[in-house]
């Protein structure tokens, strides 16, 4: 039975936390990587490469080196568990030298409510290859659960940190999908002025309601695919963006990030103002937030989102249990052979009859 399975089951049967099981892989895979070393020194010793002695020292060297990597990386979880999402535990400089290709997406508050509620969504969060923390609120509740973040990683952040990054490197273009109408082209120019080349080679604002109309999603998928951009953000919303980015990413050829990025272009154009940074590092964003926007934002962070404390209390106290979503695609239900056959014979006697 592998670490993996065991680790499942005992999680399965809340014998041992999310957290527990992270650190007891990690230690099995520093002991199976030192077991290699061990191994590939044995042959080495069998074929006279090396001495004895030789291996020894080489062995004794790569252990002190083992022991300061452990020391180095104590306390830190490359995945932190929050709820039913696996968020990744990386800093801002770290993502951007990570990131080369994949789907970004940014967890907060709200986010994490509506993955208790929305299969679909979740699916999309599943698929997704970087999942980084959006939230100083998300923040104080990693350090209540006693595996804290690195740092505080926004889209709204990080964007235009990735454009300020590769601003030299020509392989990276964006296309920019999201805002009202002319606000991503606004967008556009001010972020290709600010890193002084055309980095940003293209961007559109759909209609509103523009997910479900197929036409006009083929549509925008032919547009970016002429613009031959690299990378992808879209900002209409959560969890809108999301699941727009998982339906069609398959339909974009050039595209190899693919980033959600919320109210990201609004900011960039200048057309909705961020919250002071003080507000931002007390955690205190979806205040200001309400107040630019009452009628909009008010149920979310006042009603919606407020279960996430007692949900994050349960998961503290080990009794937080994720939804278990019915499949709602056909396709991916068994069929019930024994039913679908009597219903055709049936037809087929009433035809006959008749």
Known sequence: MTGNSLGSILLKRRLISQSQLEQALQKQRQQAEVRGWQLLGEVLLEDRVIDRRALEEALATQTKLNELKSLQGDGELSKISMLNVSIDNLSMRELLDQLHSGVVLTPNVDHLMKLQKDPDFLRAYTLADYKVCDSQVLMYASRLLGTPFKEKVSGSDFFPRFC???????????????????????????????????????????????????????????????????????????????????????????????????????????????????????????????????????????????????????????????????????????????????????????????
Request: aromatic fraction near 10%.
């Open 164 to 354: 300020e990054f590769h601003k030299r490197n020509e392989s990276m273009t964006v296309f920019l999908l999201g805002g009202a109408k002319g606000i991503a082209e606004k967008a556009k120019s001010k972020i290709n002025e600010r890193v002084n080349r055309e980095i940003v080679v293209g961007s559109h604002s759909p209609s509103f309601g523009f997910e479900s109309n197929e036409q006009e999603c083929l549509a925008i998928i032919e547009t970016i695919n002429q613009s031959k951009a690299t990378v992808l953000a879209v900002g209409v919303g959560a969890p809108k963006q999301e699941k727009w980015i998982y339906k069609y990413k398959h339909k974009l050829h050039h595209v190899k990030i693919f980033m959600a990025v919320g109210a990201t272009i609004d900011f960039e154009a200048g057309v909705l103002k961020r919250s002071p940074k003080w507000m931002s590092h007390l955690g205190l964003e979806w205040l200001f937030r309400i107040y630019c926007d009452p009628q909009r934002l008010w149920k979310r962070y006042l009603v919606e989102d407020l279960p996430f404390f007692w949900l994050l209390l349960k998961q503290k106290v080990g009794v937080y249990t994720p939804p278990r979503f019915e499949a709602t695609d056909r396709a991916t239900k068994p069929v019930n052979v024994k039913v679908t056959s009597n219903r055709l014979l049936l037809k087929k006697r009433l035809t006959t009859k008749a």
